[in-house]
């Protein structure tokens, strides 16, 4: 771990803001405890987010099981191709993911686009040896692991489940109702924050890479033929942007371009895309992510994910590396599609026409009183896929026969028997499958990287202060109430002031140990914006200190005030200059 890394790991846990869970039995790798202050700042990045990407966008929000039954993800192809890279010492028997061992010990960055061969050449190639006790790898076998988290539901293995890997899946399946309540009208979103896991072979970095994370995500379903995303909104926005192109360049680097270039150059391929990069940089902003240490990095082919045609993470550096913190995919229809496969049920939407319009519809009729003589008990079944062909697939009745496959064996049916036509019909609309455009943000590294951007020292009054930059918006406490000291009615004066403003709506913590500097020194280092003192000054004529805590400056407001003041500069609408 960095030395940034070890700084704020040793702060989150003395001050509350995350610790490895069940230390008491010697922890567990990959799981940890949000403490008050932490579990604080993730809700405000969660309602953020949820403000910017579902009220303001208007799209709607939903909470699916963290349990689901095997078939969802048989279908989603996560039972199949959702693996990790596993190397096992022969030594120690420790295991490790195999591509970090290369990314952590050559100049190679993105070693997950490589194939297990060729891992397992470089591991040797690199005479990379085991984190854990030395041992050389080279000659061990490199395999895939699958990340999924088994369980059963209900009494007995009948019935077999799996903790979702990503929150989507839960969105995906449930399209035909979601699509009812958006009255089959595209396109339309569906948003979810919650809980996803995957076993990670070696968990590391703390918040960075766990086995239970927390993420939000927004599924948004469009006709790709007619719906355009408002890219007027963002085409001016100036992103930077570490494109596949520039990845594989030798001397390649980041380029700063507008949404509007990016996409003329065909740098970004797909609109929708380049439409959710613009809208994000000023939310990443807004949340305290340092844009000097931000950027959007497109995946190479080799680490595309099997739905995505093409996607960008969102990057932040921290301690070095630069860490995924958001994955901007367009899925296709690809999850939709499957699920339809597999389960039998309609994932399409109806769309309207606006006049009826005339169609030569290709159709077959299938003549049972040939194919039932001629084929048996298959005869029901070759019928149904001669219309399914039909579909499909009308040129395969261009001959005088057609080959049908059922169950594994072919047949072929005369095309008369087929009852084969093609026929006008009057229709007022068609059945269309959306696709779909993921942003799927991982929460943990969002915490993680606003304290990261947000941790700073200097100096004052001759020593060192450390402190944390929060954002009023996201920090976990908005204002910490101190009496000067606790007599002359002093104590019982701010324990009356921090109760008015709990009742307005401001998250308060009441301090009155300690010398006044101390108790500043404590709320900078969790990163409470506003300090609030109530002294003798305020028994004369009602006013408070008002303090601020990255320039140390001090305003004095009317007690009255203070509740609207400290709200307006909480939510940005008021600076502390403007005092």
Same mark, same amino acid.
């Given at each position: 771990m960095s030395?940034?890394?070890?700084?704020?790991?040793?702060?989150?846990?003395?001050?509350g803001?995350?610790l490895?869970?069940?230390?008491a039995?010697g922890?567990?790798s990959g799981?940890? /405890?949000y403490?008050?202050?932490g579990?604080?700042l993730k809700?405000?990045?969660?309602?953020a987010?949820r403000d910017r990407?579902?009220?303001?966008e208007?799209?709607?929000?939903?909470?699916?099981?963290?349990?689901?039954?095997?078939a969802?993800?048989?279908a989603s192809g996560?039972?199949?191709g959702?693996?990790?890279?596993?190397?096992?010492?022969?030594e120690?028997g420790?295991s490790?993911?195999a591509?970090?061992?290369?990314?952590d010990? /050559?100049?190679?960055?993105?070693?997950?686009s490589v =194939?297990?061969?060729e891992?397992a050449?470089?591991?040797?190639?690199?005479d990379?040896?085991c984190?854990?006790c030395?041992?050389?790898?080279?000659?061990?076998?490199?395999?895939?692991?699958?990340l999924?988290?088994e369980?059963n539901?209900?009494?007995?293995?009948s019935?077999?489940?799996y903790?979702?890997?990503?929150?989507a899946?839960?969105?995906f399946?449930?399209?035909?109702?979601?699509?009812?309540?958006?009255?089959?009208?595209?396109p339309?979103?569906?948003?979810?924050?919650g809980?996803a896991?995957?076993n990670?072979?070696?968990?590391?970095?703390s918040?960075?890479r766990?086995?239970?994370f927390?993420q939000?995500?927004?599924?948004?379903?469009i006709?790709?033929?007619?719906?355009?995303?408002p890219?007027?909104r963002?085409?001016?926005?100036?992103?930077?942007?570490?494109s596949a192109?520039?990845?594989?360049s030798?001397?390649?680097?980041v380029?700063?371009?507008?949404? *509007?270039?990016?996409?003329?150059?065909?740098?970004?391929g797909d609109?929708?895309v380049?439409?959710y990069?613009g809208? =994000?940089?000023?939310?990443?902003?807004?949340?305290?992510?340092?844009?000097d %240490?931000f %950027?959007?990095?497109?995946h190479?082919?080799?680490?595309?994910?099997?739905?995505?045609a093409?996607?960008w993470?969102?990057?932040?550096e921290l301690?070095?590396?630069?860490?995924e913190?958001?994955?901007?995919?367009? *899925?296709?229809?690809?999850?939709?599609k499957?699920?339809?496969?597999?389960?039998?049920?309609?994932y399409t939407?109806?769309?309207?026409?606006?006049?009826?319009?005339?169609?030569e519809?290709?159709?077959?009729?299938?003549?049972?009183?040939?194919?039932?003589p001629?084929?048996?008990g298959?005869?029901g079944a070759?019928? =149904?896929?001669?219309?399914?062909?039909?579909e499909?697939?009308?040129?395969a009745?261009?001959?005088?026969?057609?080959?049908?496959?059922?169950?594994g064996?072919?047949y072929t049916?005369d095309?008369?028997?087929?009852?084969y036509?093609?026929?006008?019909?009057?229709?007022?609309?068609?059945?269309?499958?959306?696709?779909?455009?993921?942003?799927?943000?991982?929460?943990?590294r969002?915490?993680?990287t606003?304290?990261?951007h947000?941790h700073?020292?200097?100096e004052?009054?001759g020593e060192e202060?450390?402190?944390?930059?929060?954002?009023?918006?996201?920090?976990?406490?908005?204002?910490?109430?101190?009496p000067?000291?606790d007599k002359?009615?002093?104590?019982e004066r701010a324990r009356?002031?921090?109760?008015?403003?709990?009742?307005a709506?401001l998250e308060?913590t009441?301090?009155? =140990?300690g010398a006044?500097?101390?108790?500043?020194?404590?709320?900078?280092?969790?990163?409470?914006p506003?300090?609030?003192?109530?002294?003798?000054?305020?028994q004369?004529?009602g006013t408070?200190?008002?303090?601020?805590?990255d320039t140390t400056?001090q305003?004095r407001?009317?007690?009255?005030?203070?509740?609207?003041t400290?709200?307006?500069l909480?939510?940005?609408?008021?600076?502390?200059?403007?005092?």
């Amino acid at each position: 771990m960095s030395d940034e890394g070890e700084r704020l790991t040793e702060l989150a846990k003395r001050r509350g803001f995350f610790l490895q869970s069940a230390g008491a039995y010697g922890g567990v790798s990959g799981f940890y /405890t949000y403490g008050p202050q932490g579990a604080a700042l993730k809700d405000n990045v969660e309602d953020a987010w949820r403000d910017r990407y579902v009220t303001r966008e208007g799209h709607m929000e939903i909470s699916a099981p963290d349990v689901m039954p095997e078939a969802v993800f048989e279908a989603s192809g996560h039972l199949d191709g959702f693996d990790d890279m596993i190397i096992e010492c022969p030594e120690c028997g420790e295991s490790h993911r195999a591509d970090h061992l290369v990314e952590d010990n /050559t100049d190679i960055e993105e070693a997950e686009s490589v =194939s297990t061969e060729e891992i397992a050449e470089l591991i040797a190639e690199h005479d990379l040896v085991c984190p854990s006790c030395g041992t050389g790898l080279a000659g061990e076998p490199v395999d895939d692991f699958n990340l999924m988290f088994e369980t059963n539901i209900g009494p007995g293995s009948s019935s077999p489940g799996y903790l979702r890997p990503e929150t989507a899946q839960g969105i995906f399946v449930e399209f035909p109702q979601l699509a009812e309540y958006a009255r089959n009208q595209l396109p339309f979103g569906v948003a979810q924050i919650g809980k996803a896991y995957r076993n990670e072979i070696s968990p590391r970095k703390s918040l960075i890479r766990v086995r239970e994370f927390t993420q939000a995500e927004l599924e948004h379903f469009i006709d790709p033929e007619t719906d355009e995303p408002p890219l007027e909104r963002v085409e001016d926005v100036t992103v930077p942007l570490y494109s596949a192109k520039q990845q594989e360049s030798e001397d390649g680097d980041v380029q700063e371009l507008t949404i *509007r270039e990016a996409v003329d150059e065909g740098i970004i391929g797909d609109e929708w895309v380049a439409f959710y990069l613009g809208l =994000s940089k000023a939310w990443y902003e807004r949340i305290g992510v340092d844009m000097d %240490r931000f %950027r959007y990095r497109q995946h190479l082919s080799g680490e595309l994910a099997h739905y995505a045609a093409d996607c960008w993470d969102a990057e932040s550096e921290l301690g070095g590396d630069w860490v995924e913190i958001t994955g901007f995919a367009y *899925r296709g229809d690809y999850d939709l599609k499957k699920h339809a496969e597999h389960s039998g049920e309609d994932y399409t939407v109806f769309k309207q026409y606006d006049e009826p319009v005339t169609v030569e519809r290709p159709t077959v009729d299938p003549d049972m009183s040939v194919l039932g003589p001629e084929f048996g008990g298959a005869a029901g079944a070759i019928g =149904s896929e001669l219309e399914s062909l039909v579909e499909r697939n009308p040129d395969a009745f261009d001959s005088d026969a057609v080959t049908v496959e059922v169950d594994g064996e072919e047949y072929t049916v005369d095309i008369e028997a087929t009852g084969y036509s093609v026929e006008e019909v009057t229709e007022s609309g068609e059945h269309i499958r959306p696709h779909v455009v993921e942003p799927s943000f991982g929460v943990g590294r969002l915490v993680y990287t606003v304290l990261a951007h947000a941790h700073t020292t200097d100096e004052v009054d001759g020593e060192e202060r450390s402190y944390l930059s929060l954002p009023p918006e996201v920090a976990p406490t908005t204002v910490g109430v101190f009496p000067l000291m606790d007599k002359d009615g002093l104590g019982e004066r701010a324990r009356e002031v921090a109760s008015d403003l709990r009742a307005a709506g401001l998250e308060v913590t009441y301090d009155d =140990s300690g010398a006044i500097g101390r108790r500043y020194r404590r709320q900078d280092e969790v990163g409470t914006p506003f300090c609030v003192t109530i002294d003798y000054e305020t028994q004369e004529d009602g006013t408070v200190t008002v303090r601020e805590r990255d320039t140390t400056a001090q305003q004095r407001v009317a007690v009255d005030d203070l509740a609207e003041t400290l709200t307006a500069l909480r939510d940005g609408d008021l600076t502390f200059d403007e005092l």
